[in-house]
């Protein structure tokens, strides 16, 4: 008797179920059309999709408008492409102008214009303030070597068409941006309405750890020196050339960095803002005035002697390149001498002025400030000024004048140190600071913070009727 798993039941079950599974393949290849994929090699390419008919729209539709591609606009090349380097042509080293006449010249410049500078005096610039201390020997190995200290203080020129990193060795600028950018230093460097750009604007940043493996403060100091020659042989070369400088070194090393796009590290320390004086340029049409922005005007009252040079020249400059208009008065007439050896023409005598003529009056400090302390004439100045509602300002010793004539009392004021007993004395509330503004009334330290003491007065400009 068979078992039900016997090897002659499975051959009739396999027999059985052949031919239903013959019949169910013929069924779906009758569906299917008969048709049958070709072989496929095993390199070919798979086959290309069928063509699909486009979609109709319903009835009724509107058909959608097919889109046409904007045609090709020229594009720029990339930035790496369109920079450039211009190699500058060979400094002069020899001209007959004395080096008194270059310091009488950087004492008396006029704001700069904004007309371009030429070529061959920014690469005179570049040689006086950083080249002129590379070697003139030519080591047949490589280029000619530079000093450490040269090379590790950058100098950027702010031109029209770009900033220029300038190269001492090969006496060429390399160009880094294609973006002019001299307003917007201009505007955030100087922070006054109307201020210029100049033909160029040099910018000299440095990085502390490339003076040196000492310590930090040390290597600082080094590289702050050194940015200090070099700033003041760039202004000394630009009153060669009969140009005006401006140098500006409460620089906001961030701002300056952002706007110019500078590495992050390079610090800067130092720009100077160079042009034709103003005079020397083609004058443009006046325009009227509107009776809201007529032009401000200040008496500044100067010592006859020992006036502090920068403290005048530089709240000078700045206040002119503000459009404010400078009268200089003094207790005696004919040129007035300040301490740094500077002179200034006296426009009026003391005893001559009239307070309702002018916004503002300036007392400038240095020593021969003392001698305003007890005057009479200058003391009733500065109480007219307050009576008046005039902007009253003073610098660095000047302030003592300010106390002694009794309008300080319950006043924020600063002053140069030696004065802050004189001025507590006085009831002032003294603070120290570089600048401070307390209603009409400007006070500053001396001659450091010039150009926010001339913002503090323009600001107290603003106020006045």
Request: with cysteine; proline share 11%.
């Amino acid at each position: 008797m068979k078992g039900p798993n016997s090897l002659s039941d499975l051959r009739g079950r396999c027999l059985h179920t052949v031919p239903a599974v013959l019949l169910s393949l013929l069924v779906v290849t009758a569906l299917c059309g008969g048709q049958q994929p070709p072989p496929t090699e095993p390199n070919a390419a798979p086959p290309a999709p069928a063509p699909t008919a486009p979609a109709v729209p319903p009835a009724g539709k509107p058909q959608p408008k097919p889109r046409v591609p904007p045609p090709s606009q020229p594009r720029r090349g990339p930035l790496a492409t369109r920079l450039k380097t211009i190699q500058l042509p060979e400094p002069i080293r020899s001209r007959s102008y004395s080096l008194e006449q270059a310091l009488a010249g950087q004492r008396n410049a006029e704001p700069p214009a904004n007309q371009r500078l030429e070529f061959p005096k920014v690469g005179q610039l570049a040689w006086a303030a950083q080249g002129s201390r590379v070697p003139a020997v030519t080591n047949p190995s490589g280029p000619v070597q530079v000093p450490a200290e040269v090379a590790a203080m950058k100098m950027y020129f702010a031109l029209p068409d770009g900033i220029y990193l300038y190269h001492p060795g090969d006496h060429a600028l390399q160009q880094m941006s294609d973006a002019d950018v001299r307003q917007l230093l201009s505007n955030a460097l100087l922070n006054l309405p109307g201020a210029p750009t100049g033909g160029c604007q040099v910018i000299l940043a440095g990085a502390a750890r490339e003076f040196g493996a000492g310590p930090t403060t040390r290597a600082r100091t080094l590289m702050l020196l050194q940015a200090g020659r070099m700033s003041q042989s760039l202004q000394l070369q630009a009153a060669a050339l009969g140009l005006s400088a401006i140098g500006i070194d409460n620089v906001e090393a961030n701002n300056v960095r952002r706007i110019a796009r500078l590495p992050r590290t390079v610090e800067p320390l130092y720009v100077t803002i160079v042009g034709y004086p103003g005079s020397q340029t083609a004058p443009q049409p006046a325009s009227p005035v509107p009776a809201t922005q007529m032009v401000k005007s200040v008496l500044f009252v100067v010592p006859p002697q020992g006036f502090q040079d920068e403290e005048f020249s530089g709240t000078r400059r700045a206040l002119e390149l503000a459009g404010v208009q400078v009268t200089v008065a003094s207790s005696r007439p004919g040129l007035l001498t300040g301490m740094l050896g500077g002179t200034v023409p006296a426009e009026l005598l003391l005893n001559q002025v009239n307070v309702d003529n002018f916004q503002g009056v300036v007392f400038i400090g240095g020593s021969g400030a003392l001698d305003y302390f007890n005057n009479p004439i200058a003391q009733n100045l500065a109480r007219q000024a307050v009576a008046r509602q005039k902007v009253l300002a003073a610098s660095g010793t000047a302030p003592g004048i300010l106390a002694n004539a009794g309008v300080l009392k319950g006043i924020r004021a600063t002053a140069f140190l030696s004065e802050q007993e004189r001025l507590a004395r006085a009831g002032a509330l003294y603070t120290g600071n570089p600048v401070e503004k307390d209603g009409l009334i400007v006070t500053s330290t001396g001659p450091y913070p010039v150009v926010l003491f001339a913002r503090a007065i323009c600001d107290g400009l603003s106020e006045t009727r």
